[in-house]
């Protein structure tokens, strides 16, 4: 058993893991606000947050969220136009951004206009100036949302990539995927510094991969690798998704 497992929470259907989700995001949220005075979040792309995306945008959480002290940041994304259906941007903007009331400015895409490098360089120097960061330190998020591929991949950070030992770099550019574009990814020491980390995974797809991640020995899978250093780690699944995890893992 993966000792670095964090908490687990399971839902019966992905509407309801959303749900939790999209509540977990608001609760943060106010809580960071009010704390320090703004709450910085990175998302993920694909299809599975977009269902948390949209219950972001309706009543009661559209009001909820103090989205006058939020920050917007990506995990990762694709370095397609935002116009394209695969750019994790265009997917956020169309399912929720442009339906809250958050200042444009404190919306943080990553650039895709200009080389994959160049971006990623880019993005790691509004990252460093946003969190007023001195030489060689790494962000804190207040919370970090991450998916997981059925090959193990999360962000953008598959497996063999030798960015997968990237320990300085905040952004990086790399290539691969589903679809097989030049991508921005934010690496492992930035994913691992977040407050907190929530994996949110869903169907039947994903149950043996997830049953890998957990009853795994050695961080062979880069999902494997997320450990929440000074923070706190949850997965939130369905229960298809959890379908092949072990009963003492899933009771405990």
Same mark, same amino acid.
């Given at each position: 058993?993966?000792?670095?497992?964090?908490?687990?929470i399971?839902?019966?259907?992905?509407?309801q893991?959303?749900?939790?989700?999209?509540?977990? +995001?608001?609760?943060?949220a106010?809580?960071?606000?009010?704390?320090?005075?703004?709450?910085?979040?990175?998302?993920?792309?694909?299809?599975?947050?977009r269902?948390?995306?949209?219950? @972001?945008?309706?009543?009661?959480?559209?009001?909820?969220?103090?989205?006058?002290?939020?920050?917007? +940041?990506?995990?990762?994304?694709r370095?397609?136009?935002?116009?394209?259906?695969?750019?994790?941007y265009?997917?956020?903007r169309?399912? +929720? @951004?442009?339906? $809250?009331?958050?200042?444009?400015?404190? $919306?943080?895409?990553?650039?895709?206009?200009?080389?994959?490098?160049?971006?990623?360089?880019?993005?790691?120097?509004?990252?460093s100036?946003?969190?007023?960061?001195?030489?060689?330190?790494?962000?804190?998020?207040?919370?970090?949302?991450?998916?997981?591929g059925?090959?193990?991949?999360?962000?953008?950070?598959?497996?063999?990539?030798?960015?997968?030992?990237?320990?300085?770099?905040?952004?990086?550019?790399?290539k691969?995927?589903?679809?097989y574009?030049?991508?921005?990814?934010?690496?492992?020491?930035?994913?691992?510094?977040?407050?907190?980390?929530? +994996?949110?995974?869903?169907?039947k797809?994903?149950?043996?991969?997830?049953?890998t991640?957990?009853?795994?020995?050695?961080?062979?899978?880069?999902?494997?690798?997320?450990?929440?250093?000074?923070?706190?780690?949850?997965?939130?699944?369905?229960k298809?998704?959890?379908?092949?995890?072990?009963?003492?893992?899933?009771?405990?």
């Amino acid at each position: 058993m993966n000792v670095n497992q964090g908490e687990i929470i399971i839902r019966d259907t992905p509407s309801q893991a959303a749900v939790a989700a999209a509540d977990l +995001f608001a609760a943060t949220a106010r809580e960071r606000a009010s704390d320090k005075g703004f709450f910085a979040v990175a998302v993920s792309g694909g299809s599975t947050p977009r269902p948390m995306h949209r219950l @972001l945008a309706e009543e009661p959480l559209r009001s909820d969220v103090p989205w006058d002290k939020t920050h917007i +940041f990506w995990v990762d994304e694709r370095c397609v136009s935002f116009e394209d259906p695969a750019s994790n941007y265009g997917a956020a903007r169309k399912d +929720f @951004l442009e339906k $809250i009331p958050i200042p444009a400015g404190q $919306i943080h895409p990553m650039p895709v206009e200009i080389p994959p490098e160049e971006g990623a360089s880019n993005y790691q120097e509004k990252m460093s100036s946003f969190f007023q960061l001195e030489n060689k330190e790494f962000p804190n998020f207040d919370l970090i949302f991450l998916g997981l591929g059925t090959d193990g991949h999360t962000a953008s950070l598959f497996p063999g990539q030798r960015v997968l030992e990237e320990r300085e770099r905040l952004v990086v550019a790399v290539k691969g995927g589903d679809p097989y574009v030049n991508r921005l990814t934010m690496t492992l020491p930035v994913l691992n510094r977040a407050r907190q980390i929530v +994996f949110l995974v869903s169907g039947k797809e994903k149950a043996g991969t997830l049953r890998t991640v957990f009853e795994g020995n050695q961080a062979r899978l880069p999902a494997q690798k997320i450990h929440a250093l000074d923070g706190k780690l949850t997965w939130l699944l369905d229960k298809e998704a959890a379908s092949l995890l072990p009963g003492e893992i899933i009771h405990d």
